[in-house]
């Protein structure tokens, strides 16, 4: 079935550490996107692709850095984790019509 | 600079009554504005566009360029509508969503 898996879910951890976020896509989509929701605020799309080898960075700047080497990968990775980092990260691809699908988010908190 | 305020972050109502949540945007151009919705412990989902022009569970929505407004409206709110609701745009040639605040919508029985 067709379908955005973000991993993990939640995530604790301390100040300093390397983490990614992965998000994987079986919709066949080229399109891929990442956000970032502080709680009750709006989304913010920090990186997004339009396939394999690109990369482009969203309105919001962010100090995390993606990668898009297989259509369905769209890790996102921060080398050294903040407090200012905790927030949602919102995985979404789009395909013809250009809507957007939403992956289920990954809740991190840096301590 | 390219905006969408939605200046409700609570509604509530009772079952049956009009919904009506509110967006307005600050685009300069032509842009798309859509509707996602996200009911409680699911996804964000699409609800509708404005270019379809459709009624999607009973909503609507009309583009007011004049007002810069695309508010939701729904003439009797059910029980299951709630959920947190979020406006957005795109520009013209750009599939790059920039998103409302979001308005929580409780229908009480």
């Known amino acids: 079935e067709a379908d955005i898996y973000q991993t993990p879910r939640y995530l604790v951890i301390g100040t300093g550490k390397k983490i990614t976020l992965e998000c994987s896509q079986t919709m066949g989509h080229d399109k891929m996107y990442w956000y970032q929701q502080d709680p009750g605020m709006e989304l913010h799309l920090i990186h997004y692709?339009?396939?394999?080898?690109?990369?482009e960075k969203g309105d919001l700047s962010s100090e995390s850095t993606v990668s898009r080497i297989r259509t369905e990968h769209f890790p996102l990775t921060l080398e050294s984790a903040r407090p200012s980092h905790t927030s949602q990260y919102l995985c979404?691809?789009?395909?013809?019509?250009?809507?957007?699908?939403f992956g289920p988010g990954t809740r991190l908190t840096v301590t | 600079a390219q905006r969408v305020t939605q200046p409700e972050k609570l509604l509530s109502v009772f079952k049956g009554a009009p919904v009506e949540l509110k967006c307005n945007y600050s685009?300069?151009?032509?842009?798309?504005l859509f509707w996602y919705v996200q009911y409680s412990r699911q996804r964000l989902q699409l609800l509708l566009r404005h270019i379809s022009r459709e009624s999607i569970k009973g909503f609507t929505a009309d583009l007011n360029k004049g007002e810069t407004s695309f508010h939701l409206k729904k003439p009797f709110a059910q029980e299951e509508d709630s959920a947190m609701y979020y406006c957005a745009l795109s520009g013209y040639n750009t599939d790059k969503l920039i998103f409302g605040t979001g308005t929580r919508l409780q229908v009480f029985p």
């Open positions: 979404a691809t789009a395909g013809t019509p250009p809507e957007q699908y």
């Open positions: 692709s339009y396939g394999v080898n690109s990369t």
């Open positions: 685009y300069s151009g032509s842009p798309e």
